[in-house]
């Protein structure tokens, strides 16, 4: 599978109700594989390849993903918060960027995760690595509208997020997905 490319062989129906950006991130490296983010500043992941055109010639493809200084990149069981916050999204049909679900235990019941005393505490971390991904690339997506690769994209995947606690908030738990992953 060309991770870096939704072809229209690839795309259904079903594919049509989500975002384009989402299908090119369903199978990037945004997360470390361990389970714990040690040396937070110089956290960034470096993808690179080649592939060939549907004309025969060959493409150099880069993504570059980079955590923030003081959370680092997401770490392997954030991948569970991600997928999560998707299901929740899907359920709302993509329809705003704005993500929401009832509460922490809601999000990790969606993905089968039993919730326990640490369970407010690995959403919040997580939201923050999450929030500070950035990444850059260099012809790395695929736009399935005019059928070509895009040349150069910096962006985050979310933008913020909003978990009320016991100190007064109230309402639902919200993330914002970025303009770069809602369009």
């Keep these: 599978i060309d991770i870096f490319m939704v072809s229209d062989k690839n795309t259904t129906d079903k594919d049509a109700a989500l975002p384009s950006e989402e299908l090119n991130m369903a199978e990037f490296p945004f997360c470390l594989m361990s389970s714990r983010s040690t040396d937070k500043s110089g956290s960034v992941i470096h993808y690179e390849r080649q592939t060939t055109t549907s004309e025969g010639g060959v493409v150099s493809l880069r993504l570059t993903v980079s955590g923030s200084a003081e959370h680092g990149l997401p770490i392997s069981g954030d991948q569970d918060i991600y997928v999560a916050l998707m299901k929740f999204w899907s359920q709302a049909n ?86 770069f992953l809602y369009e």
């Design 94 to 179: 993509f329809q705003t960027n704005v993500i929401e679900f009832p509460s922490v235990y809601a999000l990790l019941q969606g993905v089968g995760i039993r919730p326990d005393g640490y369970s407010y505490t690995r959403v919040k971390e997580a939201l923050c690595r999450l929030v500070g991904v950035m990444c850059t690339s260099e012809k790395a997506f695929w736009d399935v509208k005019s059928r070509k690769r895009k040349s150069s994209k910096g962006f985050h995947l979310f933008e913020s997020y909003f978990i009320p606690k016991d100190d007064g908030d109230q309402g639902m738990c919200r993330v914002v997905a970025s303009d």
